[in-house]
């Protein structure tokens, strides 16, 4: 659909991850050389997210045409769609459309539109990503929605919303010279209320080491509710998380909603160092923060570390009382950099 149907800064909405959804999206895995464990073992896994996903919510899978036959035997009688939008990768979350709600002209309804960002894989790191570029387009012409796009670099993990104007966001990606040269906090807010409708901007600094974004904001402090976030700690000094999370964490105590509400912050625990010698990632960026929320399910990133895997299900437990929080197990996603959140994208209902 033409981009000029589109709508713009106050007349749109960010909703929030725990809103309605009608949908989740993700990019099907089909590059042998990303995945050290093997392709057919991370086709298994995304198989099972989703298994896990689809009595939630229809899940919609970006994939060349080439791949869907084989996918149809893979994923049986699950609740799937397939779409003919070719990828580089299965990163969802970062080049994936983000839906926004418009306000239509004259009237107090809604309509679902796609704010489609310039994505260059993390500043130029992971060639090629014109396809992955092009996910926004495409997701937006399927579903023949209006689309807003922008000529900043902005990636669907870079970013938290509470649904109602605030937004979070790292200096360390967002003003990274790799992705936006010209970039200064002024013009970058300005740009984040033009495509998203939000009204503040919090800004916290670095991320967490093993992060080759930089930085995202979904591995650290994630919104649970308008006015309370959970937020990644720790507490061994001698961790490689240590400072840029007690930074992060102090800078905070200063988040206040909209209106001006001092907003709850929530301690969610690390999980102990994961590694992977030899590998490009030698720490791998394990988070319990990189959770999905899906209507009724919250589904959480777990590491084969029970007691921990135990203490953060049950702080998210308490924070979502009436939701399925489902434990999966993401060490095979860490392998690249990600885990839950990273690699899916949610589409919301009207």
């Known amino acids: 659909m033409e981009e000029k149907h589109a709508q713009s800064g106050d007349k749109l909405r960010w909703p929030a991850e725990w809103e309605r959804q009608d949908a989740v ?25 989703v298994h ?17 036959p084989r996918l149809k035997e893979q994923l049986g009688g699950n609740n799937y769609a397939l779409y003919d939008h070719p990828t580089d990768d299965v990163w969802c979350r970062d080049h994936g459309g983000i839906f926004t709600f418009a306000q239509l002209q004259e009237q107090k309804k809604f309509s679902l539109q796609v704010a489609d960002w310039t994505f260059n894989a993390w500043g130029g790191q992971f060639p090629p990503w014109d396809k992955d570029n092009d996910i926004p387009r495409r997701m937006a012409d399927s579903l ?11 990636e669907g993990g870079a970013i938290e919303g509470n649904g109602d104007g605030l937004l979070i966001t790292t200096e360390a990606v967002l003003l990274d010279p790799n992705r936006n040269p010209d970039a200064t906090r002024a013009t970058m807010e300005e740009e984040l209320h033009r495509m998203l409708g939000t009204r503040s901007v919090f800004w916290l600094g670095s991320g967490i080491t093993g992060d080759d974004t930089g930085g995202h904001i979904d591995d650290m402090v994630r919104f649970v509710q308008r006015d309370a976030v959970v937020a990644a700690t720790e507490t061994d000094s001698h961790s490689l998380h240590y400072r840029a999370l007690a930074e992060n964490n102090e800078r905070l105590q200063d988040l206040r909603t909209c209106d001006g509400e001092r907003v709850e912050v929530v301690p969610l625990p690390m999980p102990a160092p994961l590694s992977c010698p030899g590998w490009r990632l030698e720490q791998l960026p394990a988070s319990y923060a990189n959770f999905l929320i899906c209507n009724d399910c919250v589904l959480v990133p777990t590491f084969a570390q029970p007691k921990a895997d135990d203490r953060a299900m049950g702080i998210l437990r308490e924070c979502f009382p009436s939701h399925h929080v489902i434990g999966f197990d993401a060490r095979d996603f860490l392998i690249e950099g990600g885990a839950i959140h990273c690699i899916t994208q949610q589409q919301p209902g009207i």
Do not use: C, M, Y
């Not at 999206?25 to 997210?49: D, M, Y």
């Open 52 to 68: 896990v996903l689809s009595p939630f919510a229809q899940v919609r899978i970006n994939a060349a045409a080439e791949l869907h």
């Open 25 to 49: 999206w993700i990019s099907w895995p089909h590059r042998e050389e990303l995945w050290r464990g093997g392709l057919t073992r991370l086709e298994k896994r995304f198989t099972e997210l």
């Open 144 to 154: 023949s929605l209006p689309r807003l796009s922008s000529d900043f670099v902005l």
